[in-house]
């Protein structure tokens, strides 16, 4: 069997002394999947999904993502990690309004300090992957809900991270720009993207993901296979 994209082991979280946020939760996603995790708020969705991408530190346990010992980095080498190996996408876009959206799109490759001839091509590429090129030299504030989740996501791939992830992606977007960022991450995944995302919308896992773990209370109570997608 293939070695696990992540590989979770073990791992608790506790915050000041307080009730565990993660409590010994283990779990494996393998490259190409797309994996939804769900669950009441105070669940663990949250501190998931910040282990996994470095920003935070387990208190106990493991977490190892594309052959890295996630939890063992320093600072500045984390921050090297989320630049070259993670994409992540935000409820609120987190989008830069004075810089058009082209530039918002480059700015991940030049701080990776990727060649500008190569990262201009790339930014392009993508922007017309997603269908939002005819919007480069726009501002973010000009755009939809919708189109500036889909710069977000461009953003995102722009130095074609190994794990895209997706926090509520869909939570601050009407219903049709919610529905557009569905399709957009299966067809994602279905290139061979593998995406975590955290939600709270059952409609959003089962639409563009193929497996679904449930969390109460930083435990692990579901762990279920789409059967069709």
């Known amino acids: 069997m293939t070695t696990p994209l992540i590989e979770i082991s073990e791992v608790s979280k506790t915050y000041n002394g307080g009730p565990p946020a993660l409590a010994g939760l283990s779990l ?18 949250s501190t998931l999904l910040n282990l996994i991408a470095g920003l935070d530190r387990p208190s106990s346990g493991s977490v ?15 921050a090297r990690f989320r630049r070259t190996r993670i994409g992540m996408v935000f409820q609120f876009f987190n989008l830069l309004d004075d810089l058009t959206v082209f530039d918002n ?4 490759a030049q701080l990776a300090g990727l060649r500008a001839a190569e990262a201009r091509a790339r930014a392009a590429t993508l922007l017309e992957y997603l269908g939002i090129d005819r919007h480069a030299r726009g501002y973010p504030g000009r755009l939809s809900g919708g189109e500036r989740q889909r710069v977000a996501v461009a953003r995102a791939l722009m130095n074609r991270p190994a794990l895209l992830l997706a926090d509520e992606p869909t939570g601050a977007l009407d219903t049709a720009s919610g529905h557009d960022v569905e399709a957009l991450l299966a067809e994602l995944n279905a290139d061979g993207q593998t995406i975590v995302l955290v939600t ?7 639409s563009c ?5 449930e969390l109460v209370d930083g ?8 059967v069709t997608r």
């Open 209 to 213: 993901t193929d497996r679904t773990v």
């Open 200 to 206: 709270h919308d059952p409609m959003l896992a089962a």
């Open 28 to 45: 494996a996603v393998q490259a190409g999947e797309a994996l939804a995790v769900v669950g009441p708020s105070g669940s663990g969705k």
């Open 105 to 108: 799109v480059l700015l991940p």
């Open 64 to 78: 190892t993502v594309d052959s890295v010992r996630v939890d063992t980095l320093g600072e500045t080498a984390s």
């Open 219 to 226: 435990r692990v109570v579901r762990d279920v296979a789409a």
